[in-house]
């Protein structure tokens, strides 16, 4: 990223590619409750009529109540469903999103240290593509995980991570492990302009306009930011995002169908279900993924 001076020498790609995807694993242990939460709220009201014609109540309510609901109906292991399959989603999605952006940026800018805006978020989009193009199978299988309550029997959708990818793929096609890949490209196309070149940004400002360095305070300021810049601008598309992604086969013709279902059945709040938890989950993962990527290229570039 931005901010090293002169004197310090550049994390190679290698360097960068291999610290992305270990930090954002590292994140993702401490984060996915949060997320998983996210997503428990983001498909709440799916069935909103036929909930209501049965006088179903709200079974979620704040990122704080819906944990405490799946610990004591799911156990606290239900935080964690999908773990397995997040983890290879970071490996291979934050690795190519986050490690390659630096080397991506300087292609567009021909090597040159003047990096404007536009080079950034023409950066951001293509590794924010690529990413999605190569992990959205670990996506769908995480969400689909995620989305599912906890049960044993017949009744339970997937049972094992591998198994998952095995049933998609016989039920669906192949098509189906790639389900959702348009907004999944759209929402990170967001978040990856977002996250990555607000962080350039603000570490940037930091480091030209205040007394701080490119040190611990300088990270968690500019990854807590770019958290919450990414959680406004993208959590309509998150939320279409997840929908979609982990519908039944048929139930939306489209992406855009199913925003159309959301507007109609729930109304334009709907696009903001589960905002706190993604905000939490967005700032803190920021915040773990971004100061340990930093440490994390300085050591590997110190045992060289």
């Not at 979609?244 to 086969?249: D, I, P």
Request: aromatic share 10%.
């Amino acid at each position: 990223m931005v901010g090293f001076r002169p004197a310090d020498v550049p994390p190679t790609a290698a360097v960068k590619f291999i610290g992305a995807g270990t930090a954002a694993c590292i994140a993702d242990l401490f984060t996915f409750p949060l997320d998983t939460a996210k997503v428990r709220l983001q498909i709440q009201g799916e069935e909103k009529g036929a909930a209501a014609s049965h006088g179903t109540a709200v079974r979620y309510r704040g990122v704080f109540g819906t944990i405490t609901t799946m610990v004591r109906t799911e156990g606290a292991r239900s935080l964690y469903s999908g773990l397995v399959a997040g983890l290879q989603r970071q490996m291979s999605f934050a690795s190519i999103r986050i490690g390659l952006y630096d080397s991506v940026k300087s292609f567009y800018t021909k090597g040159s240290d003047h990096v404007g805006i536009g080079s950034r978020l023409l950066a951001g989009c293509t590794t924010g593509a690529m990413a999605v193009a190569l992990a959205q199978p670990t996506d769908v299988v995480k969400v689909r995980f995620q989305a599912q309550a906890s049960s044993s029997g017949p009744n339970r959708r997937y049972h094992g991570t591998m198994q998952a990818y095995k049933t998609i793929a016989k039920e669906e096609g192949m098509r189906g492990l790639w389900r959702g890949t348009g907004p999944n490209i759209a929402r990170n196309a967001i978040v990856n302009c977002t996250e990555l070149v607000t962080y350039d940004l603000i570490k940037d400002a930091l480091l030209k306009n205040t007394p701080l360095t490119d040190n611990l305070p300088c990270h968690f300021t500019s990854a807590f930011g770019a958290g919450f810049c990414t959680t406004v601008i993208a959590s309509p598309v998150d939320v279409v995002k997840t929908r979609y992604m982990n519908s039944a086969l048929g139930q939306y013709s489209s992406a855009l169908n199913c925003a159309r279902a959301m507007v109609t059945k729930e109304g334009p709040l709907a696009f903001y279900k589960g905002f706190m938890p993604s905000f939490l989950r967005l700032g803190s993962w920021n915040v773990v993924m971004f100061v340990t990527y930093e440490q994390l290229k300085r050591a590997m570039m110190a045992a060289r």
